[in-house]
């Protein structure tokens, strides 16, 4: 079909046919090379070219003090028969709220009013919020700059052994950590954090650590809050308190759950120089990836990931050059 458009074009007029080739070819080689910045295969594109067409945001970090802290103390001993022991460290006189069992549909509907409809700044607003959809409720005052291990355990009179199979309609633990006075809720963006907890069971054997954790706004926004990726020290010995055998055990439970293992495992010990030049700090997060692996020079070389090969869809710094300049002063 096409011959004999040609053949018929050419008999009309060979100006115009050569005209018409001369120009489809010329829109053509502008595809291939890029030169009109549409989409295209970049085959025939060098690695120059390639990195000015191709843009990566940088965004803009809000640095924000997060006034909550709360960790888990032996957690290959923690159980939902024996209970579970929380270390807090607050920067203000704080309460933490633990929820057994709480419903995971009512937990997440509150984080959706805390956006929408009221702030969710105390215990009694998240009670509110989900219902009361919880099986048991304790509650610790947490004083000031102290590091303070809270042993936490459900009561055996609930005869609660297990919340059942995967996918489960409860959480076996939901930490709330709140500021204790309320004049110090206007000093700080953040005003609450909500920690989801997995503890073992005999039917769910997963070990123990915390699955997500929530910073609640005063403005009415949360954030999941999450681990960034650095790049292992290799002179650095890892220890580990799993044996092989618990940990193909666990991955497997993760993947039923819809986790992966490098969402809930940050690395031990990491290594603050630059994967590409071994010499310059680490300083940029690469998204959606969150490795955190190359410096000021090196970041605007880079559209993929130097460690997964991901593409970087953006990135930001975590901190300024005038904040290194100060940290390289106080060093001298």
């Known amino acids: 079909m096409a011959a004999v458009f040609l053949v018929t074009l050419y008999e009309y007029s060979p100006l115009f046919y050569i005209a018409v080739v001369f120009t489809c070819f010329i829109v053509t080689t502008g595809l291939v090379l890029g030169w009109f910045g549409w989409d295209v295969p970049v085959i025939l594109r060098n690695s120059e070219e390639t990195q000015f067409n191709t843009r990566v945001f940088k965004k803009q970090m809000r640095q924000v003090k997060n006034p909550f802290g709360l960790e888990i103390t032996n957690p290959s001993s923690a159980s939902i028969t024996t209970g579970i022991t929380l270390t807090t460290d607050c920067l203000e006189d704080s309460l933490l709220t633990c929820y057994w069992g709480c419903s995971v549909q009512k937990l997440y509907e509150a984080l ?62 939901v930490a709330l950590l709140t500021l204790a006075h309320e004049d110090d809720r206007e000093i700080y963006d953040i005003v609450s954090m909500v920690s989801v907890i997995h503890i073992p069971d005999k039917n769910y054997k997963l070990s123990c650590r915390i699955l997500y954790q929530y910073l609640l706004l005063a403005q009415g926004q949360f954030h999941d809050l999450k681990q960034l990726f650095m790049s292992a020290n290799n002179n650095s010995t890892h220890s580990s308190n799993s044996s092989p055998e618990e940990k193909s055990i666990d991955q497997s439970l993760l993947e039923k759950a819809g986790l992966s293992e490098s969402e809930v495992d940050p690395p031990e010990e990491n290594s603050k120089d630059c994967v590409v030049c071994q010499n310059g700090t680490v300083n940029w997060v690469l998204l959606p990836c969150r490795h955190t692996c190359l410096c000021d020079g090196c970041v605007k070389f880079f559209q993929q990931c130097p460690m997964c090969r991901q593409f970087v869809q953006e990135s930001f710094a975590l901190c300024s050059q005038k904040e290194q300049d100060k940290d390289k002063l106080k060093t001298l």
């Open 112 to 173: 959706q009013k805390h956006f929408y409809c009221f702030r969710i700044s105390t215990p009694q607003a998240l009670e509110d919020a989900v219902y009361s959809e919880y099986l048991y409720q304790e509650q610790y005052f947490i004083k000031k700059d102290c590091k303070e291990e809270i042993y936490c355990q459900l009561p055996k009179d609930t005869k609660v052994e297990d919340f059942g199979t995967v996918p489960r309609s409860r959480y076996p633990l």
